[in-house]
């Protein structure tokens, strides 16, 4: 038998009293350890999160908050080459995409450290002047920020099992919110170790962070009115978290991150040896190959001038064909394999469906495996699908292949790309490619409505720009509609959501003293 991992709650581990579910080597097909919460006093774990975690965070000022932040962040660094072998291991990732979950993590921690320092040692966030509501402003408004007096619950993707946690957590600890966080099971082995150190460092109040590995069932139950809940995963699940009693009912404020059919668009007039063109095919190429697709962000549509069509096939497939997968511990591996075969099953029949429709442009599938058994690992190939019907094509808009797929589309004209581009129905981002800033700008303008981040790639940021699918803590992270209408990070923005607004109302000396104070 494997190691069964323990839960954190109520201030100490706790192993579940089932047999637990095990978590696998996607490319080995080995079992590596164990995960299970059967048993578990819910209540009392939640009860003391609030309780414990929350009254002793809110004790405390942003500056020092954000000190605990990056106390984080030295132990989370103090022990990555653990995080790696776990990584390999359990998320089937060779080192680069390691990296993008484990350092994207620790980096944004870092991030939310610094901006924390700087607002000080308040208690409380002041949100605009304080107006007047009598004559001569003997009585005032003035609004404020508090923290809020619950608990914060994360149910995660497998995709990011390390920055999934600490994208989250690093806004919640510095808004002085504790955590419950359960992370998806097949990959839950990196989230349980990262917190297992937080905890063991002693970096932490206790009840500030808990977690809960394995199934979620009755999780929801707990969730209480000043309670939030931030969800990532599947359209599907965020339906039901969205119906439960907790937040229809009791308006639990819960942030969905959910699927979406991102695009890529090359502006009008470009051609075929131009740098935009060669700019978007390595990105899309990468955006493919990157945690072998298994982005929420990545490139799905690739939106290209009629004219291009042919070339940017050949361009993307030139660089795909460059891609050698398998085994990620072997050194000439460069995109590793899906999280689990049942994600490979997922990702097979999903590429079936849109192959119904479409042609494949360039189809990885006939090339071997490097180090790895095609019945046993589930490592996939890119795959470039294509129409020439983007119009009457419409599950090329609907359908998220969660693996190295994308579909190219061709557009008549700008204003017949930027319409297939609003087909996402929202979406997490969009990248344009061009050189004419003035194009970019007016396309970029009307393409913010429906995505939540716009990314603008021209020749002179061709080996700068940060990628269209990493998530920077600097700007949001979310989008409407099919997108889920979420919004994280984004700097210091991130904040409002564990955060209550109130105005208070008074006269000028009590929100002069309210200003002053730091506490509330
Ligand atoms: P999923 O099946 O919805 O699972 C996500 C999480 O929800 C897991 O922790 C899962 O636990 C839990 N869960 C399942 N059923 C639940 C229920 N009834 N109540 C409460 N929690 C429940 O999603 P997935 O297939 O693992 O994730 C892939 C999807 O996530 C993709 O579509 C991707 O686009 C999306 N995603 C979005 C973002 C973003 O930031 N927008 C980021 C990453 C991924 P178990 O694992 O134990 O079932």
């Not at 600890?173 to 998806?184: N, Y």
């Not at 589309?409 to 929202?426: F, I, V």
């Not at 396309?443 to 720009?465: F, I, M, N, Y």
């Not at 992270?477 to 109302?505: C, M, N, V, W």
Request: with cysteine; net charge negative.
């Amino acid at each position: 038998m494997t190691e069964l991992l323990a839960n954190h709650v109520a201030g100490r581990w706790q192993t579940g009293t089932g047999p637990g579910s095990a978590l696998l080597d996607p490319v080995l097909g080995t079992e590596l350890v164990r995960v299970d919460a059967t048993g578990l006093d819910l209540a009392a774990a939640f009860a003391f999160a609030r309780d414990a975690g929350g009254k002793a965070l809110r004790a405390m000022s942003y500056a020092q908050r954000a000190r605990l932040l990056a106390d984080v962040a030295a132990v989370l660094q103090s022990h990555r080459d653990a995080y790696y072998e776990i990584s390999t291991a359990n998320s089937g990732t060779v080192k680069d995409d390691t990296a993008v979950d484990v350092d994207g993590g620790i980096y944004t921690l870092g991030q939310y450290a610094r901006w924390g320092a700087a607002l000080g040692d308040t208690r409380h966030l002041d949100d605009g002047a304080a107006v007047a509501l009598a004559k001569e402003g003997v009585f005032q408004s003035r609004h404020l920020q508090v923290p809020t007096r619950g608990l914060a619950l994360f149910i995660n993707a497998f995709n990011f099992p390390g920055w999934g946690l600490w994208e989250k957590a690093a806004p919640a600890l510095l808004s002085g919110v504790p955590i419950i966080v359960k992370p998806a099971t097949a990959t839950a082995w990196l989230t349980q170790r990262m917190v297992r150190d937080v905890i063991e460092a002693g970096v932490l109040p206790p009840g500030a962070l808990s977690i809960i590995c394995g199934s979620s069932a009755g999780l929801l139950d707990q969730l209480q009115p000043m309670d939030v809940v931030s969800f990532t995963g599947s359209a599907a699940t965020a339906a039901t978290i969205r119906s439960h009693a907790a937040v229809t009912r009791d308006s639990v404020r819960c942030n969905i991150e959910a699927d979406s059919v991102n695009c890529a668009l090359l502006l009008p007039s470009h051609a075929a040896a131009s740098e935009a063109l060669a700019l978007l095919a390595r990105e899309v190429a990468r955006e493919m190959t990157v945690k072998s697709g298994q982005k929420c962000t990545a490139i799905r549509r690739v939106l290209v001038p009629q004219a291009q069509y042919d070339d940017l096939a050949q361009a993307i497939a030139a660089q795909l064909a460059k891609t050698s997968v398998g085994n990620p511990r072997h050194e000439g591996v460069h995109m590793g394999s899906l999280v689990s075969r049942v994600q490979y099953d997922t990702v097979q029949q999903g590429l079936n469906q849109l192959l119904a429709h479409t042609d494949a442009l360039y189809d990885g599938r006939q090339s071997p495996l490097v180090d790895a058994d095609p019945a046993i690992a589930a490592c996939a190939r890119p795959v470039l699908l294509g129409t020439r019907d983007p119009d009457g094509c419409a599950l090329v808009h609907d359908m998220e292949v969660f693996g190295p797929v994308a579909t190219l589309l061709p557009y008549r004209d700008l204003e017949h790309g930027l319409a297939l581009a609003h087909r996402g129905q929202g979406s997490l981002v969009c990248s344009l490619y061009g050189e004419d800033a003035g194009a970019l700008a007016a396309a970029a303008g009307e393409l913010a409505a429906s995505h939540g981040r716009v990314h603008v790639v021209t020749p002179d940021v061709g080996k700068l720009h940060t990628g269209h699918g990493n998530v920077m803590p600097q700007s949001l992270h979310g989008g409407p509609g099919r997108a889920g209408g979420g919004a994280e990070l984004g700097g210091l923005r991130a904040l409002d959501f564990y955060h209550r607004k109130s105005a208070i109302q008074a006269a000028p000396q009590v929100l002069q003293a309210l200003a002053q104070s730091a506490g509330v």
